[in-house]
């Protein structure tokens, strides 16, 4: 009986490890690398923090700007520590609603991230932000260094002389001195709670806001942005995906090695979210990982992909997933070859193929230079 019941759990623990696949070591390897990978992230990362009023809303906007790795909703500015969400929302803790934004530098600058956070702000309010009134909502730039006050005073001067507010520029840049990360419930409020959260959006009255002060300038970038690339309701994706498909991108599965449809696949052309359709990876970054599931050095447009904290097999790993259609696509690990070092581990069920004669049909043409040698 001790013989078969050991058995028992060690084909339990390697199914467990198989359903998580894109592992090519044993987890205590694994585990030292991703450490690895997260510690060189972090050193090429820099950090932002901004106040704007319901950080559901400036989380939610930010996560969408290419080159930005990660949001987070806190509190900031105030001398209470630990703060909770009811200390802070009751006015009496002199923390504010925050966001801190950890970005790439070489994909997206301090001054891109200024611009984005005034064009989502009232910065003529300072007392409180839309529906959201009181000093804990209020707008703030919280610099980090010396570069960061610079470059922030800089924006408010310009967006003084500009002329799109006949009030004058009241959102204050402070110096960061500590920030507290909001309740779990908070973070990623607007994938948690899509409708509560269109509801609140829409009722704040902060769109209505944006689109009188910046017009078509803003509609632009939000089509550009959002309306291509959009995710379909749940009832639409259970009829247009597999039940593998949906599975993978829907609920965080994991496909079974070499029995996908990319893991060998040899063809010149680009990978889109089966979900968005947005472009995620390029054939001419693939390689051969061994792995049995399609892998990639790089994506195609780092702005189409978002990495997040996995905690689920053990230790900590690197989630990715698609930016707009929020697809879980795979993980990311720090075993790949050069010129990156990454091996991006992906599903063939959270992906289609294009191939390089049907990109120009399929609206991607602006990639067939990729395999055609053209500048």
Known sequence: MRKTGSIIISLAL??????YGCQKSDLAKEGKSTM??????????????FAGGCFWCSEADFEKIPGVIKVISGYTGGKKENPTYEEVSAGTTGHVEAIQVTYDPEKVNYERLLEVFWRHIDPTDGKGQFVDRGTQYASAIFYHDEEQKRLAEKSKEELGRSGKFAKPIATPILKFTRFYEAEEYHQDYYKKNPLRYSYYRH???????LDKVWGKER???????????GKPDD??????????QYEVTQQEGTEPPFQNEYWNHKKDGIYVDIVSGEPL????????????WPSFTKPLEPGNIVKKDDYKL????????????????????????????????????????????DLEKEGYGQYLKLFTGEK
């Not at 009722?203 to 806001?209: A, E, N, Y």
């Not at 509609?219 to 690339?229: D, H, I, N, P, Q």
């Not at 990876?281 to 049995?292: A, E, P």
């Not at 997933?321 to 697809?327: K, L, N, P």
């Open 314 to 357: 053990f230790s900590k790993r690197t989630e990715v997933r698609s930016r707009h259609g929020d697809s879980h696509l795979g993980h990311v690990f720090p075993d790949g070859p050069s010129p990156t070092g990454l091996r991006y581990c992906m599903n063939s069920a959270a992906l289609r193929f294009i191939p390089k004669e």
């Open 14 to 19: 390697m199914t467990i490890i198989f359903l």
């Open 203 to 209: 009722g704040s009255g902060r769109d209505q806001f």
């Open 36 to 49: 690895a990978a997260n510690t060189a992230q972090d050193q090429k990362s820099k950090v932002a923090t």
């Open 281 to 292: 990876f390029s054939s001419k970054d693939k390689y051969d990982s061994g792995t049995g």
């Open 235 to 244: 009832e639409t994706l259970r009829k247009k995906l597999t039940p593998l």
């Open 219 to 229: 509609t632009a970038a939000k089509s550009a942005a959002e309306g291509r690339y």
